[in-house]
């Protein structure tokens, strides 16, 4: 995908060209003069300034909800019926064509990711680590993998979170600023809320709210251009200490910048026992379906 910011680039190189075409005319009408024309021109200005998304996973945290199993392992190695709980997000992300996939993992089992996940070549992707010291907060990651994003724009799921849903829609019409998905849910508390109009643009973002006034919680899947690293290290730590993501989604919707997409298939945020024994069962199920429609 491109950015306007690049059309100047294009133009400065079209303008060279009618120069070129001016002072050498009979060079110019050669075949092969041309083919060499449009070879720098695909070079400089369509490969050197593409921008493309890239993933993040975050599998950091300690676990603490799912104490005792967490002492042992990290909560996203733990199994989801026959995959540990980090294939999930590892799909979804190439399953929309992101490919280029860092994966930000807490110290104390960074080896087993790696020994679990390798380069990230069986998955048809390319895998890099990064460590995340201690949890600060889901914005954090940004800032973390800077160096990875670099020009690019980004997307990153929870390392607890399960969805079955398709995001490749969303990946390919993303054209910068920031997209937040959400889905209805029974307990929002639990949850970052969004509250928007009849016109499906966010008018409030809350954190974990006592009382929420809206029942749509924000899933653990963000995209956002690569702005959110500035953004991120201008968060201040909220009362809890960690460097909200909700705070980012506010200052996306501060410069009218963030837009908002509705969840249709499952979303379960893996993280207690309830809803990590009810993604156990609903992969099960498609599983075993799946399984019968085959046979």
């Not at 306007?4 to 133009?11: C, D, E, G, H, P």
């Not at 960074?110 to 895998?127: E, M, P």
Request: glycine share 8%.
């Amino acid at each position: 995908m491109f950015r306007i910011q690049y059309v100047y680039s294009s133009l400065i190189f079209v303008t060279m060209l009618g120069k070129a075409m001016k002072f050498f005319p009979h060079l110019c009408r050669l075949p092969h003069v041309y083919l060499a024309i449009l070879g720098i021109f695909f070079r400089v200005v369509v490969v050197h300034n593409t921008i493309i998304m890239k993933g993040i996973i975050l599998a950091g945290g300690t676990g603490s909800r799912l104490f005792p199993l967490t002492k042992a392992t990290s909560k996203q190695l733990l199994p989801i019926y026959n995959k540990p709980m980090i294939y999930y997000p590892i799909e979804t992300l190439i399953a929309a064509g992101i490919t280029e996939i860092l994966i930000i993992v807490a110290p104390d089992y960074a080896g087993d990711f790696l020994r679990l996940l390798g380069s990230g070549r069986q998955f048809g992707a390319k895998f890099t680590y990064e460590i995340q010291d201690e949890p600060k907060g889901l914005a954090e990651a940004f800032i973390i993998g800077e160096t990875f994003i670099g020009a690019d724009d980004v997307c990153m799921v929870l390392g607890d979170n399960y969805f079955d849903e398709d995001f490749s829609a969303y990946v390919q019409t993303f054209t910068g600023g920031g997209r937040i998905f959400c889905k209805e849910v029974p307990d929002p508390e639990r949850y970052g809320i969004a509250t928007f109009n009849e016109q499906g643009e966010v008018t409030r973002i809350e954190e974990k709210p006592k009382n929420p006034d809206s029942s749509f919680a924000i899933a653990g899947i963000y995209m956002f251009d690569n702005s959110c690293i500035d953004k991120a290290k201008q968060v201040k730590p909220s009362a809890r200490g960690e460097i909200e993501i909700t705070e980012i989604h506010q200052q996306y919707m501060d410069e009218g910048s963030l837009d908002i997409a509705f969840i249709e298939g499952a979303w379960l945020d893996t993280g207690t026992f309830e809803t990590w024994f009810e993604a156990t069962a609903y992969v099960r199920e498609k599983e075993l379906s799946s399984k019968k429609l085959r046979s």
